[in-house]
């Protein structure tokens, strides 16, 4: 029970092999012998699978199915059991029959090793990748398997969407945080949602939509799926062990920091500022050349030494009340990194936030005694009201 075996030739009926190896990580005994799973009744045989957990409710169809094709087989207690390949003539396991039927079989998604193992992205995040593309990451359903009953998982529930159980399929593909992360994405080139089955499948089909990119959007491009997958593994971990939640907003801004980092290793982006890609990367999902927004600058009367780059972000409640975000950074001007900033605050306006922006990164800079500092900003109109 667990190998391939030919019950066509061994008991006169075609039946579906596929799920012999889903029984196999059910069952207990993995060397039982399928008359050991016979059991004699008063109404004939029956099949005792033993298997080591409470089926899910996603399984029992499976199981019924198979009995209901055992029910139609003639299988004489007698007769001595025997493993028949049937990809051999012989009827022998070979390992050159079994590599010409996987490489024969169009219905085999190939595994997308280029896809997958990139230079661009560290390789802890690319094992993980292909931990999920061949589906061995500690999710609850593989767990359960894994331990064989000794580990019972309750409720074995998604944490991402509380909607569904947690396989891996339905953590990276099919959880609606995971579609909406992958939609964000396929909104920069108007592509559709198309549902996939397994993780192979959907790497394969998401490298294929990078048509009419050219260098640094194809390979903007491919790191997404690193991207999205990581960070919704770090989510998922961080519900689970700290019980620390983060919006959807809060996912987005860490994917694309991931693909910014990532980018700036890769020589086809040499020559550009993590600055302006951070800026401009849904220019690189277009057809057309990639050019950065210019950017306007309070310029200090002498050569400068380190930048300072701001943000202020305003949004006004149903109820009257006004909220608003600040951020920034203070680098050197060759780009090493000084100090960064962020904060929520209470503002009556857009402009208000950009100043209140603008002072806390000239606070911070007056603090670490930073002198002859440029200030950089995407606002034309903004940039001309302070100077």
Known sequence: MGIPLNFGQTFGREINLSVIPFLFRLVRDKQALISATLIRGSE????????????????????????????????????????????????????????HHL?????????????????????????????????????????QKKFQGKLYISPSICLMCYNDGESVSHLFINCIVARSLWQFFLDSLARGWTPQYSVIEFINSWQGIKINLDKRGSCFWKVIIHAVM??????????????????????????????????????????????????????????????????????????????????????????????????????????????????????????????????EGLRIAKSQQLSFIAVERDSRNFMNWAS
């Open 44 to 99: 004939g045989l029956f099949f005792n699978f033993n298997f080591c957990r409470e089926l899910q409710d996603s399984e029992i169809p499976v199981i019924t199915s198979l009995l209901s094709m055992l029910s139609e087989v003639f299988i004489s207690p007698s007769t001595e059991e025997k493993l028949i390949w049937s990809l051999t003539p012989h009827g022998s396991f070979t390992i050159l029959s079994f590599f």
């Open 103 to 143: 490489t024969s079989n169009p219905t085999t998604s190939p595994f997308p090793g280029k896809k997958v193992w990139l230079l661009t992205v560290p390789p802890r995040i690319s094992f993980m990748v292909c931990e999920a593309s061949c589906a061995k990451l500690n999710t609850c359903d593989n767990l």
């Open 230 to 359: 990581w960070n919704i593994w770090e989510e998922r971990n961080r519900r689970l062990f700290n019980e620390n939640y983060s919006s959807l907003e809060t996912l987005r801004d860490r994917t694309l920091a991931n693909i910014n980092s990532w980018m700036m290793n890769s020589k086809v982006f040499e020559g550009i500022k993590r600055s302006k890609l951070q800026r401009n990367w849904m220019a690189l999902l277009s057809t057309t050349p990639f050019h950065p927004q210019p950017l306007f600058k309070i310029n200090p009367t002498q050569d400068c030494e380190y930048i300072l780059n701001f943000d202020g972000n305003f949004r006004r409640a149903m109820e009257g009340s006004s909220d608003a975000g600040i951020g920034g950074l203070v680098h050197g001007s060759n780009g090493e990194l000084i100090w960064a900033y962020s904060g929520h605050l209470k503002a009556v306006d857009a402009s208000e936030a950009e100043s209140r922006a603008l002072l």
